[in-house]
């Protein structure tokens, strides 16, 4: 089992660009989530979403957005890159909001 | 702020000694959960202690929880150097019905 695919795995942009980051978990999982983890600091939740069709805002969504495409795809998408929006991201899937969290290796963004 | 603040921020320990690490969260909860991170990884689940549990084991980890102080605590016992990592509590306490993530200790095990 793959579990949580996320690509890709480094990115570069700059300032004013627009990227979107994918994410697909093959376990079947009802809900998914893109995190941001910066030094020093835990993971601060962007978006989720609770089951197909739906999203919801997290603690830090401001200059994102996100599609949860079909139950396996969710994808986090920067319409204007910053600087503050360098981070390393990470999307995660659980059966529900409550359970066990499987995490994605991770997408480290540098905007320049 | 975070619901989960884990303490110490850093411990570091030489390889065979015991380490404990603690949670301490603001809301009630339903359950909390015990992550490890490598670095450069992404988080791995370590442990789940609901509400009503007081302490759980999983082979060198002890987890205990201590609702009436709204703290948990993660022991690892005998450490060897591939322990080495951050460890992060999580607990569903938002309003969100959501895991909201602690900032992490960083566990450093000498061979």
């Not at chain 2, 619901?3 to 030489?14: F, K």
């Not at chain 2, 301490?24 to 670095?39: D, G, V």
Request: proline fraction near 3%; include cysteine; hydrophobic fraction near 30%.
């Amino acid at each position: 089992n793959a579990g949580v695919t996320q690509t890709p795995k480094f990115q570069v942009l700059k300032t004013g660009q627009s990227m979107t980051l994918q994410c697909a978990q093959d376990m079947n999982h009802n809900s998914m989530y893109w995190y941001r983890q910066d030094p020093g600091m835990g993971l601060r939740l962007i978006y989720y979403s609770a089951s197909e069709g739906t999203t919801d805002k997290g603690e830090v969504p401001n200059g994102y957005n996100v599609s949860r495409l079909n139950k396996r795809e969710f994808s986090l998408r920067l319409e204007s890159a910053a600087p503050s929006q360098t981070s390393v991201y990470f999307c995660a899937s659980s059966e529900s909001r409550v359970d066990i969290q499987y995490f994605g290796a991770g997408t480290r963004l540098s905007v320049l | 702020s975070q619901q989960g603040e884990e303490d110490p921020q850093a411990l570091s320990i030489q390889e065979g000694e015991n380490a404990t690490m603690n949670c301490s969260y603001k809301t009630s909860i339903n359950n909390l959960q015990w992550y490890r991170q490598n670095s450069g990884r992404g988080l791995v689940h370590l442990i789940l202690i609901r509400s009503n549990e007081r302490e759980k084991h999983s082979g060198r980890l002890r987890v205990t929880l201590d609702t009436s102080k709204k703290s948990s605590s993660l022991l690892i016992t005998a450490s060897r150097a591939a322990d080495t990592a951050s460890y992060f509590c999580a607990t569903d306490g938002t309003s969100y019905g959501k895991l909201t993530f602690g900032q992490g200790t960083i566990l450093t095990v000498h061979p």
